[in-house]
């Protein structure tokens, strides 16, 4: 077996997500600045919510779930993993083409269903329009994702993991279009989102093509491995359904709030540079690793690559949790304050940051421990786990609306977050050695938490001295970046002086992946 190089994989998927988190924000910050919270914000967040919920569902998130440990195997075996792709990626297309069909023509009912504070007011129909023109984008994404995934089941992340920069590039030059022709901004956005998608599935298709995955849609046939492939699916469809029923759940509720569902965006927005570089990227290299190492019989190796990205995951995660409950008003004033976006938008941006930041461990600690179950095909545990987060989070954003407002369906995300992790590991304790963490990740978590918290303090300090200057017009950039350069400084020598971690391993990862 030819291993795949788990921390350099990781290294090189979190860069090119970085990149992808970085652009996002830039996106995000020009949104904020020339539409800002209101009608129209509210809107987009609303129609653009909708390919992106059935991208995880039927994509990224349930199909590949399924697909990658699937071909990962029929790879490692050398059992026609081409004709096998070929026949996933006729199925997938046979019923996206259905699904983008309905969803134009049923575009009212999917608003009201996600969206149901909105009726009655010009939001209801400034969505419907936009849903209209930014789903087919799920058809284009859902593509790319299945070649992402056959990508990254050969060792190859880069070109998979850089696919997303486009979007934010398309979208952000749009907009610039737009100010610069002296059109709608609003007008600009939503029709590239479709466009990105074209782009996004021809440089995957490129990128597979050179790497000798010539995957092709064939004709939809349902043979026995697909029937197996859907058996596998349909539980993490479901279970990604739930999930997404979570983020309904919460636009339902913020969706009777003014302006509440803007704000929630930009927060999931910030909370989602993190989760997105580190989650996503263990995520996408553990899957295929582990699924190859269990066709191997490789238990021990198993082992120390899930310990490893535990390791990394928490190493990164949980300062960057730290910094977001810590200072989450000075990123919030310094990225999103201007143009439409107000003072009062900033705190209540800030609020929903930081509850968002005490469950960002959690979100992460889900891309570890999920991958144990995919790998196994097992995809039904993780939907009656995802069942009770639903509950949670429901019971909660529901019932806790009428008394705290619109925060409420933050505190849900981040508790059902934490429900989730805990049924994962509880739930991994039957499979044995291979789903428990090792020695050296038992000894180094307590010190990963010790030197967070000292820079959370150092943080706290800092900001108070440099208050003045995050206040300022001109000012506030450079000290919210020398904020920022301390906290990491600061937590890179405690994490030293404790133990928590070595650079050398870092500095090592980083050459690997350049190679």
Known sequence: MKPIRLISGIMTVGFWTLASRVLGLVRDVVIAALVGPGPLMDAFVAAFRLPNMFRRFFAEGAFNAAFVPMFSKKFEAEDDPMGFARDAMGGLLFVLLILSALALIFMPALVWATAGGFIGDERFDLTVAFGRIAFPYILFISLAALLSGALNAVGHFAAAAAAPVLLNV???????????????VITWLIWAIPVAGVAQLALVWVAAGRAGLNIRPGRPRLTPDMRRLVAVAVPAALAGGVMQ??????????????????WLYAADRLYQLPLGVVGIAVGIVLLPDLSRRLKAGDTAGGRH??????????????????????????????????????????????LAVAIYGLGLPAFVLQKVLQPLFFAREDTRSPFRYAVWSMVVNAAI?????????????????????????????????????????????????????AASVVMGLALWGLELLLAPWLSADYWRYLALLVLILAGMAIYGLAGQVLGAFKISEFRGAFRRSAR
Not at 174 to 179: K, V, W
Not at 250 to 256: D, K, N, P, R, T
Not at 414 to 425: D, E, K, N, P, Q
């Open 170 to 184: 398309i979208v952000v030059t749009a907009m610039a279009l737009g100010t610069t022709f002296g059109a709608p």
């Open 245 to 262: 029923v979570n983020l309904l759940v919460g636009q339902q509720v913020a969706s009777h709030f003014d302006k509440a569902v803007g």
């Open 305 to 350: 690559a899930f310990s490893r990205a535990g390791e990394i995951s928490l190493a990164l995660t949980i300062p960057s949790a730290v910094a977001l409950m810590v200072i989450p008003l000075p990123l919030v004033s310094v990225l999103f304050q201007r143009g439409a976006t107000g003072a009062s938008d900033a705190s209540a941006i800030a």
């Open 397 to 449: 954003a529901i019932g806790l609306a009428p008394v705290i407002g619109w925060i409420a369906p933050a505190i849900a995300t981040t508790a059902a977050g934490w429900i989730m992790v805990l049924l994962l590991a509880r739930g991994g304790r039957a499979m044995g050695e291979v789903a428990r963490f090792d020695d050296r990740f038992r000894a180094r978590i307590g010190r990963i938490c």
